[in-house]
Every structure is written in structure tokens, then in C-alpha cells.
């Protein structure tokens, strides 16, 4: 790569670069600055889409209700919920499939809706952190063990570690901690309350499990 | 009684906060229901009618000037409303302090836009159109050529004979003097630093060779006692280097930002620190007066120092609402985030420690550099020797220090400035001390560790400085008695087949409290208290935990209790910011004197309607009551001849001494009831500090390098305790941000580009629920600070040092001294160094 020059080397007043330029260079030794990063994976999609068209009238079925809106091919799950539907309690910590606050339940199981496309979810059944509270604003279990335990500090990654657990405890009701811990390793809290999160969580097993006695 | 399947720790439920009914014990924070069912609102929640979204051009270069910019293409896109360039930015303002003094704006500070970027990843221009779409569309479309300058991502780098420059006008911040003071004038403010270069010889460099720090000469320094003296009569000297890592705060909610105009107010709802603090920081960055501002932030996604007045970023949504006459609502990616989301400063250091035979240190010569990023300096470099003259009390000491500008993003205060680094660098030679001196490691510790009204730093005025107190060496005993120490060092044997088990202890400490802040309730008529709160709601919950101490005082059930905060229309006291561990102490002690205000009203009250003395009037259980029983009032009936009374009683006069925000908002609450608001005047001899004792345990594959955290405790001295389950978590929480520092966070830089290639997550990982023992400890020595009313101290930073320190200590114990001298320390680190017999990385180059 003969043509990169080492910016170290180069005098003032020395050649410009444009940006394109520049990223282009840059890309080839594996870094790029991009402004789209939390919208696309690639900038081929970006050029498809013509700002403010292709959007389409989609039905999705979330907490139990039918829900409509306008969606875009390339739009998220996590986008359509806190952004069409209202539902802000998903959070978005990465947008990348990194950090797990965007845990939904598509049919009971768990997903990164940051890396969901709605149109992919029309007959499946969406449940979020909103709709897991009965209708006469009972607490779910695990919800219940949270305040039980003050679980979390600043709780932007408990919606996701609470739906990541209320799908995990369906499968394995009785979990010891390490257990319950591998089910919620695909949950990052930057917090780090771990000790205290894992506390709150038996708690909601152990509540989940006495709900389901009665 | 052991919580978990795997744990080998026992423990027995501490109670805390005996004699107490609220001090000390759990209880629901009032956020909690709204956190948990998903209605808590966080920035990027908000949503405004019309409202437009922001996208950011950032710099791919490190350090570079802007030739040309063309944004006709962009303008013209349908759906782009405006954008907003540096020169539209307000001149940065002048600070007038709440003492009156000023504090000159520097020009040379970081802006939220700029033209000459300082560093790959900073915000040269934003976009705000219909959607992010189109935003991001628009920047694509903008033509911008830039000049390359040279730059400087190593602090050794720059600091190299003929080296870069990562400012055109050099590498470090100079402060030139204040100029004298003219009889009947005010005191004239000191000028703003400016930038001038540093440069050491070939021959200051020679160390570098044999990969010792070089250390050549430095803008600061300061000593105590005789060094040379001291590694005279030493039994053993040990001289090392170390690098701790640069590494970012990772929120988990990014700096996320909305703001709209309406009746020439700005509102902005962000994520910060300090609901109370950030109102005056938005004013001066947008040059307006502080009335103008509205500041909404009921809930923040993680700080850990990183969203202290919330920064200077937030101003990009509201100058551009401004310029497009809609709301604009900025939203942060992670890799935005890493490059303008602050980071802790490496710090790399050099120590020459002498020990006597029983590991008394008797002499200490600390060296430290660090790489602070282009803007202005932070703290750690002289916090770092402060903090490690406190915890390990040396006979004689001298530091020196320098902070190095470089070309990389801007750092912050992050939990435990300064404090991690310095106790990073000096705990791995502690250990290392204890083997070669045969000491065990806790007793080397014992004898370092200070008590009571500990010294500190250089003298000022004749004097050391001293702490208000310091229960360590209890915390060490009852740790290590915890913790099982003396059984798990003589566990034999250490190695099974491939795995080889290590124990670590460290120690910890941080400042623990500031003073002089003010509080604010309200008793209703309806016999409610409600206590107003402008402490930044970032998870500690001290938001709400600090109430609880005047909930006492006035002998009040919690359940009658309401606390106001997150909003800065809603009336809010002078608070302090929460980081640097202040807030438990600071607002406790603004809390009990509040409270101690309004008993005082209280009797006055009854003494004025039931006749007799404010004196003979007693406060509890809800009411107002002569002393040895016979007439009282309850405390809603107290509320509403106050309001009769008005004066003092109701808030439409208040104590001179409170600051002018508090007696604006004590002015719009007046009325309402019977109205208390305090400045905190407590007297406190020494320096607030609180200190941690940390034990690990780690099992290390030899084959492959991995290593497990099997264990960890965590024994606080931290005064009183306030709320246990927040503390636990605060001591885990913050001993885990630590470990992050043990066992991988870093940053890794491509030196050619100066283009960072750690700007997410999963390139510089913090520690998942997998990485740290299932079943950690905590647990609170609960002493009471002598110095403030309520004895407690702060808690956030102190774990974290100890949190990391602990880890590195059990690995050279599993592995030897000659594994690692830098953190972190991965797999490849102990597999190369093992087959070597000598730490293999680089010991000195930054971002490895
Ligand atoms: S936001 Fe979806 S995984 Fe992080
Ligand atoms: S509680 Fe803050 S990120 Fe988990």
C-alpha cells in the first residue's frame, strides 16, 4: 500500500483529503468513522432507500394487542416498538447485538429486537417488558423480585434482563445461580449490579414458582 | 448463611443501621415501580411534536483542519431542516462561581463542534432532518476536505525529542500566574492555561530501553520526609513500572439528547449527574442566563463520572432546535459514544518503594504520566499521588507528575480518578514485597494502612492535611476473617493438573464526601413531607436514600414521605454532583440539617400557639409536643398555621446563608406549608475519605491462559450505612467496574491512522455476568464517620481500585511476579509471558 502515507510524515501545508478520501484509505487498514452506524450494516441499503419511502402498512401482534404501522423494509423491531408503537421501555444500549436491552419475547423466546426487522415478526406474537404486568397492574413474578431485591442501579438494562429471565425460567423453573447466570449471560449491565441482578432474579424463580403452586 | 451453589464464602446477615428506624435499613425506592414495568423515561424516550433527528459528522482523522466545506448538496435534500457548524456555536462563557469568584472561560477548551479536530471521532458539523435516514443521507452529501496535521496518540510519543505536537502550540496545559490583586478591586480571576510543549532529552529517555518509564522533567511535584534516607536504611527496594489502560465509561445509555425552545426557554432532556448542577453548565455552554434552562432527566442510564454536568455535547440538539424552529432529539450510537463519551486516563507510572523487614514503607519516589486526551486536564495525575500517600501512609514520599496531551478522545473523571491508577501501580509491588520479605500479604497491609485522622499529600501551611477518619485495618481483620484468608493462603496444593488458584487483598480508598451543599422539604397540610431532591438519578439512588436521614430527624414513616427530582422547573435545592463519592455525605449532612430546621420551626410553631418555649417542645411520631408530655399538634396541623404565619415558617423568608438557586426555589414553594431549607454548616475536621479492603480469588489454566474469579469480598469502611441493598450494590458495582480494568478493558489504537479500533463493545468488553464469581460478598464495618451528623460517607469510588487490584494480586500469587506490568491482563498476556519466564507486551507503548 504504497500510496498511504504516513500522516506522522507529511509537513505542513501539506495535501488535503476529503473525507470520502479518507475514509476510503482508512477502511483499507480496518477503521472507519461512519455517521450511519446506528442505522445500517451496509451503505448499500442507505442508497435503496429514499428517505421517507417504502414505507408499508404492517399488522404485528405485541403484548396481546393487534398493533398497526408503517414500517420500512429495513426497519428493526426495536425501532417500530419505541418509535411507532410507543413502547419505550426497550431500550437500545448498542443497536448491534451486543448488549441484550433490547430483549423481546417473539413467540416466548428471547431476541435482540435491535436485530429483528419488523416485517420478519407479522404472525408472531411480540411480548415486551410493557406487557408483562397483568391487566390490573399485578406485577410479574419476576418483575415482584426486583422490587423485592432493589435489583439494578440504574435499570436501563432491566427491561431486557427481566424478559431474557422470564423466558430462561419458563424452560428451567429451578435454576441455581450459575444456572440462572449462563441464561442471562447474553445480557450486559454496564452497572455491573450482577450480584445483586442474580439476587432479584431467584427471587422472581422462587416467586414464579409459588404463583404457579396457588 | 451462603446465597449462592457455589460460593465458598460464609456469611452472616449483617443488620445494620442499629438504634436507627430508617438509617440503615431497605426499604422500595420510589423509582423503582416505574423502572421495572418499563414507564421510566430515560432521554431518547421522549418524543416532541415534529420533532427532527440529529445526526453528527466526526472527524476520521486525529488531528486534522478543515480546508473546505460544501453542504449545498445536503441543504438541498428534501426532509434537512439546518445545519449546524462550530462558528455558529456561542462564545464560551465566563463562570461566576457561587462564592463569587470568576472563572475565565478558555477558548482553547473543548467545544461541542469544531473545525481543527483533535482527535478521530469528533464532531465537526450535525444534520437535523425529518428521520436519521435522511440525516445520515445529508452527511454523506456534504463535501469536506481537510489539511492533516501531525498527531500524537502516546504520551511518550509527543514527549520524545522532536516528537508530535497533538495541539499546533504543543502538549501540555501551563497555568501562568494570577495577576496581583489591587486594593479595593475584587480579587482578579487567575487566566485561563494555555498550551505549551514539553520535550525530554535522548538522555531522559535512556530507561525507556530497558522498559523502564522514563522520567524526565515534570511540571509538577512534591515531597514529604527524606526519600534518600529512607531507601538507605531500607531492608528491601523495589523500583517499577506500570500502565494501567485507558478506558472508557460505557453507560449503557448513551449521551442521548432532546431539546426544544418554548417562550425563549430551552428544554432539554438528557441523561445526567446532577439534575441541580447541569442547569448552570447548559447556560454556560449556550451562553444564556440560567433561568432560561429547563432541564429534564428523571432517570440516566450509568455515569460512573462520564455524565457529570451531562457535557458539552447536549448543546448540538438545542442550538440546532433553535436554527430549525422544531424540537431535536440527538441520539448517541455506542461508537459515537466511545469517541465523545469520555474515558479514564492511562496512567503510566513508576514506583521506587523502600520497605523495611517487617514491610514498613519508609520511602516512596512515584512517577506518573498520563495520556489525557487534547482538552483540558484532568485530575488523576495529582490525585494518584494524594490517594497513594493516604492509603499506604510512607514514611517519605516525593511524586511527580505530568499530564500529556494527545490526540485521542476526552477524558473524564471516571469512579476513582486518579485513585484506581495510583493503587493499581502500587499494589502489585506491595505483593511483591510481601514474597520477597516473607510477609504475609494482609499483614504487609496491616502495617501500611491508615488510621484515624490519617495524613495525606505535601503539607499546606506547615501542615499535612489529615482525613476525618479511617476504620481500615478493621475492615482488613474482619475481611480477611470473612474471606477465610489464613485457610485459602495455606490450601495446598495451589496447582491441580492445569489449573493453578491464587489469592489477592488489596486495598482501597477515595474521598468520600464534600460539604456545604444545601436541602429542601416541605411539610404539606395534609401532614406529608415532601423533601426536594436535585441530586441526578443515576441508579445509586442516593436520589432518594439521602431523604431518609431527614425522615428521621423528624421522626416521620417513610410512607408520609414524597421526594421530588429529575425535573429542574420542580424547585430544586443546590445540590452537589454526584460523582466523587460526595453525595451520601454532602446531602445527608443537607439533609439532617434541613430536617433540624424544621423541627426547629416546629416548635416555634407550638411554642407560639400552645404558649411555653420553642425548648420545651419535643418532635416525634408526627407531631409537635411539649416536653414530658401535655399540649401538642400534629404535624399537618403545625403545616397549616405556618402557613398562617408565613415569615420564616413558610418559606417566604429564608436564611441568608443558602445559595441563590435555593432561595429562588424555597421563593416558588412558599406557601405551601411549613418550609425548611438549610445550607449544611456542619463543622468537619479533616478530609472525608472511605476506604475498602478487597480479597479475590482466581483459578488460572496454565495451558490456556484463561482465568475464573472464584471468589471476592468486599469490606467497607464507609461511616454509616444508609440504604444496604443500594451500598451492596454500589460496592460490587463499582468492584466489578474495576475488575473490567483486570481482566480486558483497554483501548487499541491503529498507531499509523491514529484511528482507535476498540469502539465497541465487544472490542473492549466490560465484564458480563459470566466473569465474575456467582455468589461476590460485600459487607460494611457501619462506624460512624465522627466528623459529619450523620456518620455516613460516600461510597462509588472506593471499591473500584481494590476491585482490580485484588484480581492482579491473586494472579501473580497463582503465577509469579514476572507474568504482567501493565492491566489488563489477558489469556495471551499469561500464555506468552509463562513461556518466556518474563512479561512479554510492550511495557510502555499506549493502546496495545
Ligand atoms: S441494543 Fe440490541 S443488543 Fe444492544
Ligand atoms: S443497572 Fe445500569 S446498566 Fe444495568
Redesign the pocket.
Same mark, same amino acid.
Not at chain 1, 91 to 103: Q, W
Not at chain 1, 112 to 115: A, H, L
Given at each position: 500500500m504504497s500510496d498511504i502515507e504516513d500522516p506522522k510524515t507529511i509537513e505542513c501545508p501539506p495535501n488535503t483529503l476529503t473525507r470520502r478520501d479518507l475514509i476510503k484509505r482508512v477502511i483499507v487498514g480496518g477503521v472507519a468513522v461512519s455517521s450511519a452506524s446506528y442505522l445500517f450494516r451496509a451503505s448499500t441499503l442507505l442508497r435503496q432507500s429514499a428517505p421517507g419511502t417504502g414505507e408499508r402498512l404492517l399488522t404485528i401482534n405485541v403484548n396481546g394487542q393487534q398493533r398497526r404501522a408503517d414500517v420500512m423494509k429495513q426497519e428493526t423491531l @426495536?425501532w417500530t416498538l419505541r418509535h411507532k408503537l410507543g413502547l419505550t421501555g426497550t431500550?437500545? !444500549? &448498542?443497536?448491534? @447485538?451486543? &448488549? !441484550? %436491552? &433490547?430483549?423481546v419475547l417473539i413467540d416466548g423466546v428471547p431476541h435482540? %429486537? &435491535?436485530?429483528v426487522l419488523t416485517h420478519t415478526v407479522r404472525d408472531r406474537k411480540v411480548l415486551t417488558i410493557e406487557g408483562l404486568a397483568s391487566s390490573d397492574g399485578t406485577l410479574h413474578p419476576v418483575q415482584q423480585g426486583v422490587i423485592d431485591e432493589q435489583g439494578f442501579q440504574c435499570a436501563f438494562c432491566m427491561p !431486557?434482563f427481566i424478559m431474557a429471565a422470564v423466558a430462561f425460567l419458563k424452560t428451567n423453573p429451578n435454576p441455581t445461580r450459575s444456572e440462572l447466570a449462563q441464561g442471562l449471560s447474553g445480557n450486559?449491565c454496564r452497572c455491573q449490579d450482577y450480584d445483586k441482578i442474580l439476587t432479584a432474579m431467584m427471587r422472581g424463580a422462587e416467586n414464579m414458582r409459588g404463583a404457579s403452586r396457588v | 448463611m451462603s446465597k449462592g451453589d457455589t460460593g465458598s464464602v460464609e456469611t452472616t446477615p449483617r443488620v445494620y443501621g442499629a438504634g436507627h428506624k430508617l438509617i440503615g435499613k431497605n426499604y422500595v425506592t420510589a423509582d423503582l415501580y416505574a423502572k421495572v414495568t418499563g414507564q421510566a423515561k430515560y432521554a431518547e424516550d421522549f418524543h416532541a411534536e415534529g420533532m427532527l433527528f440529529c445526526k453528527l459528522l466526526l472527524s476520521p482523522l486525529p488531528h486534522a483542519r478543515v480546508k473546505h466545506l460544501d453542504v449545498r448538496q445536503a441543504l438541498a435534500m428534501p426532509g434537512v431542516k439546518a445545519i449546524l457548524t462550530a462558528d455558529e456555536l456561542p462564545p464560551p462563557a465566563d463562570t461566576l462561581t457561587d462564592n463569587g469568584t470568576v472563572i475565565r472561560a478558555n477558548p482553547k477548551s473543548e467545544r461541542a463542534l469544531t473545525m481543527e479536530p483533535l482527535y478521530q471521532g469528533e464532531p465537526i458539523l450535525a444534520v437535523a432532518a425529518v428521520d436519521e435516514f435522511t440525516a445520515a443521507e445529508a452527511i454523506e452529501k456534504i463535501r469536506i476536505e481537510f489539511e492533516p496535521l501531525p498527531f500524537a496518540i502516546d504520551p511518550l510519543d509527543t514527549l520524545r525529542p522532536g516528537g508530535p505536537n497533538p495541539r499546533t502550540d504543543g502538549n501540555i496545559w501551563v497555568q501562568s500566574p494570577t495577576p496581583p490583586a489591587v486594593v479595593g478591586a475584587p480579587p482578579p480571576a487567575p487566566p485561563p492555561p494555555t498550551i505549551g510543549a514539553l520535550k525530554w532529552t535522548e538522555a531522559e529517555f535512556a530507561d525507556a530501553k530497558y522498559g523502564r518509564l522514563p522520567m524526565g522533567k515534570t511540571p509538577d511535584e512534591w515531597s514529604f520526609g527524606d526519600i534518600e534516607a529512607g531507601f538507605k536504611d531500607a531492608a528491601l527496594v523495589l523500583d517499577e513500572t506500570f500502565v494501567t489502560p485507558d478506558t472508557s465509561h460505557q453507560p449503557l445509555e448513551t449521551r442521548s439528547a432532546l431539546a426544544y425552545w418554548q417562550n425563549g426557554k430551552v428544554y432539554v432532556h438528557t441523561g445526567t449527574q446532577s439534575t441541580a448542577q447541569t442547569v448552570p453548565a447548559i447556560a454556560r455552554w449556550l451562553n444564556i442566563d440560567v433561568s432560561k434552562v429547563v432541564l429534564v432527566s428523571e432517570y440516566t442510564g450509568g455515569g460512573f463520572g462520564s455524565k457529570v454536568t451531562a457535557g458539552v455535547s447536549l448543546i448540538i440538539p438545542a442550538l440546532l432546535s433553535k436554527k430549525a424552529n422544531a424540537p431535536v432529539m440527538m441520539r448517541i450510537s455506542r461508537e459515537e459514544e466511545t469517541f465523545i463519551g469520555r474515558a479514564r486516563p492511562s496512567l503510566l507510572g513508576r514506583m521506587k518503594v523502600g520497605f523495611s523487614k517487617d514491610g514498613r514503607i519508609i520511602a516512596l519516589d512515584m512517577f506518573v504520566i498520563s495520556n489525557n486526551g487534547p482538552y483540558d486536564a484532568n485530575g488523576d495525575v495529582p490525585t494518584s499521588g494524594r490517594i497513594v500517600s493516604l492509603l499506604y501512609q510512607p514514611v517519605a514520599m516525593r511524586w511527580r507528575g505530568v499530564t500529556m496531551l494527545t490526540n485521542t478522545p476526552p477524558r473524564s473523571a471516571q469512579s476513582a480518578p486518579g485513585g484506581l491508577q495510583g493503587i493499581v501501580i502500587m499494589e502489585p509491588i506491595i505483593a511483591k514485597a510481601a514474597r520477597k520479605l516473607g510477609l504475609d500479604q494482609v499483614a504487609i497491609r496491616r502495617v501500611n494502612c491508615p488510621e484515624g485522622k490519617a495524613p495525606f499529600g505535601p503539607e499546606v501551611k506547615g501542615k499535612r492535611p489529615y482525613a476525618t477518619s479511617a476504620f481500615l485495618r478493621e475492615a482488613l481483620d474482619r475481611g480477611a476473617e470473612q474471606f477465610k484468608w489464613s485457610e485459602r493462603v495455606a490450601r495446598t496444593p495451589k496447582r491441580i493438573g492445569t489449573k493453578v488458584r491464587g489469592v489477592g487483598v488489596s486495598l482501597s480508598c477515595y474521598v468520600g464526601g464534600t460539604v456545604g451543599f444545601d436541602g429542601l422539604l416541605v411539610i404539606k397540610p395534609d401532614g406529608r413531607v415532601n423533601f426536594q431532591s436535585g441530586i441526578g438519578n443515576l441508579g445509586t439512588e442516593s436520589v432518594i436514600d439521602v431523604h431518609r436521614a431527614g425522615a428521621e430527624v423528624l421522626g416521620v414513616p417513610w410512607e408520609k414521605c414524597d421526594v421530588t427530582w429529575g425535573d429542574s422547573s420542580k424547585n430544586l435545592p443546590f445540590t452537589c454532583v454526584s460523582g466523587g463519592s460526595q453525595t451520601t455525605h454532602a446531602m445527608t449532612r443537607a439533609a439532617y440539617a434541613t430536617a433540624m430546621d424544621a423541627r426547629q420551626k416546629l416548635k416555634e410553631i407550638a411554642a407560639k400557639k400552645l404558649g411555653g418555649k420553642p425548648e420545651n417542645y419535643d418532635v416525634a411520631n408526627e407531631r409537635v409536643f411539649r416536653k414530658g408530655g401535655g399540649a401538642g399538634m400534629t404535624l399537618a396541623q403545625a403545616a397549616k398555621y405556618a402557613i398562617q404565619l408565613g415569615g420564616i415558617y413558610d418559606g417566604h423568608e429564608v436564611s441568608a446563608d443558602l445559595n441563590r438557586r435555593t432561595k429562588a426555589s424555597a421563593v416558588a414553594l412558599a406557601g405551601q406549608g411549613l418550609l425548611a431549607a438549610a445550607k449544611d454548616n456542619y463543622p468537619r475536621d479533616g478530609v472525608t475519605f472511605s476506604y475498602i479492603a478487597s480479597f479475590s480469588e482466581v483459578e488460572v489454566d496454565v495451558e490456556t491462559g484463561k482465568y475464573n474469579i472464584v471468589d471476592f469480598l468486599a469490606y467497607a469502611d464507609v461511616g454509616s450505612v444508609i440504604h444496604p441493598r443500594s451500598l451492596g450494590g454500589q460496592v460490587l458495582g463499582r468492584s466489578i467496574l474495576g475488575i473490567g480494568h483486570a481482566i480486558g478493558q483497554k483501548w487499541v489504537y491503529d498507531p499509523h491512522y491514529g484511528a482507535m479500533l476498540s469502539t465497541r463493545f465487544y472490542q473492549s468488553k466490560p465484564p458480563t455476568i459470566l466473569d465474575v464469581p456467582v455468589d461476590m460478598q460485600w459487607a460494611a464495618l457501619d462506624i460512624p464517620d465522627p466528623e459529619t451528623p450523620v456518620g455516613a460517607r460516600g461510597v462509588g469510588e472506593p471499591p473500584v481500585g481494590g476491585g482490580c487490584a485484588s484480581i492482579l494480586n491473586a494472579l501473580s500469587d497463582a503465577l509469579g511476579d514476572e507474568i504482567f506490568q501493565r492491566a489488563p491482563v489477558n489469556a495471551d498476556t499469561i500464555l506468552t509471558s509463562l513461556e518466556a519466564g518474563r512479561p512479554m507486551q510492550h511495557p510502555l507503548m499506549a493502546h496495545i
Open positions: @426495536a431500550k437500545l !444500549g &448498542c443497536d448491534r @447485538a451486543e &448488549c !441484550g %436491552s &433490547c430483549t435482540y %429486537s &435491535c436485530s !431486557g450486559l | -
